[in-house]
């Protein structure tokens, strides 16, 4: 059933599931308000968050179970949508070299766009509390899973095993997520800085892909010398 028609058979229900996403939405909102305020997750109180959306404390329990379960919201927030805006430019059909300028470009209006997310991101990345930690690391292997898929759908790197694919891939993500911090930190409407970081963030990547060109497939059955 679709979802207009659930709408017309159903419109008690519709109403109510559509104020539970309301309701939900908003305290992740609201978080990322208070966060954008300056504060850090870890010191986000459960009413304070339902304060600023507007909500009762105990609403806040129909949607999470603790704090921990809003901060993997948090994560999932902007996830999904920018793996989706990064894989529409690598099934785009350019070459591997403007497809690495097109994602950057991508990826730094993407983290502009969502900077109190990123830099939540960033702070929880290496510190807070051990299930974002783990959720941050699975959207991580979510990003390189699908980035090996895609490259080796597109014969990018074919000489690579699947191991070395996905290891080059894990270089790219965790650059990717390194530069995020440069990109927060530009001065708004300094155009000339912008340019000179993203074509930094342009070059290390190239060589990542460049390293990952000459290498030794041997090498993977070698066992290294001292100080190889």
């Given at each position: 059933m679709?979802?207009?028609?659930?709408?017309?058979?159903?419109?008690?229900?519709?109403?109510?599931?559509?104020?539970?996403?309301?309701?939900?939405?908003?305290?992740?909102?609201?978080?990322?308000?208070?966060?954008?305020?300056?504060?850090?997750?870890?010191?986000?109180?459960?009413?304070?968050?339902?304060?600023?959306?507007?909500?009762?404390?105990?609403?806040?329990?129909?949607?999470?179970?603790?704090?921990?379960?809003?901060?993997?919201?948090?994560?999932?927030?902007?996830?999904?949508?920018?793996?989706?805006?990064?894989?529409?430019?690598?099934?785009?059909?350019?070459?591997?070299?403007?497809?690495?300028?097109s994602?950057?470009?991508?990826?730094?209006?993407?983290?502009?766009?969502h900077?109190?997310?990123?830099?939540?991101?960033?702070?929880?990345?290496?510190?807070?509390?051990?299930?974002?930690?783990?959720?941050?690391?699975?959207?991580?292997?979510?990003?390189?899973?699908?980035?090996?898929?895609?490259?080796?759908?597109?014969n990018?790197?074919?000489?690579?095993?699947?191991?070395?694919?996905?290891?080059?891939?894990?270089l790219?993500?965790?650059?990717m997520?390194?530069?995020?911090?440069?990109i927060?930190?530009?001065?708004?409407?300094?155009?000339?800085?912008?340019?000179?970081?993203?074509?930094?963030?342009?070059?290390?990547?190239?060589?990542?892909?460049?390293?990952?060109?000459?290498?030794?497939?041997?090498?993977d059955?070698?066992?290294?010398?001292?100080?190889?």
């Amino acid at each position: 059933m679709s979802r207009r028609a659930r709408a017309v058979a159903f419109p008690g229900v519709e109403r109510r599931e559509e104020r539970k996403r309301r309701t939900r939405q908003a305290l992740v909102d609201a978080a990322m308000d208070l966060m954008n305020e300056g504060r850090s997750f870890t010191g986000l109180g459960l009413r304070e968050i339902a304060r600023r959306a507007g909500v009762v404390p105990t609403s806040f329990y129909r949607h999470f179970r603790d704090l921990d379960e809003l901060g993997l919201a948090l994560v999932d927030e902007g996830g999904m949508t920018l793996r989706r805006l990064l894989r529409e430019v690598r099934r785009g059909g350019t070459p591997t070299s403007d497809m690495i300028r097109s994602s950057v470009h991508v990826y730094a209006r993407y983290v502009r766009a969502h900077r109190q997310a990123f830099r939540f991101i960033a702070a929880e990345r290496g510190g807070g509390s051990v299930a974002i930690r783990n959720a941050i690391r699975n959207e991580v292997s979510h990003f390189v899973h699908e980035m090996a898929q895609d490259l080796r759908h597109l014969n990018v790197l074919p000489a690579l095993s699947t191991d070395m694919l996905h290891l080059v891939c894990g270089l790219v993500v965790t650059t990717m997520l390194n530069a995020a911090s440069d990109i927060l930190d530009l001065p708004e409407g300094d155009v000339r800085r912008e340019q000179e970081v993203v074509e930094s963030f342009v070059r290390q990547l190239r060589v990542i892909f460049l390293g990952a060109q000459s290498w030794d497939p041997q090498r993977d059955h070698v066992a290294p010398r001292d100080g190889a």
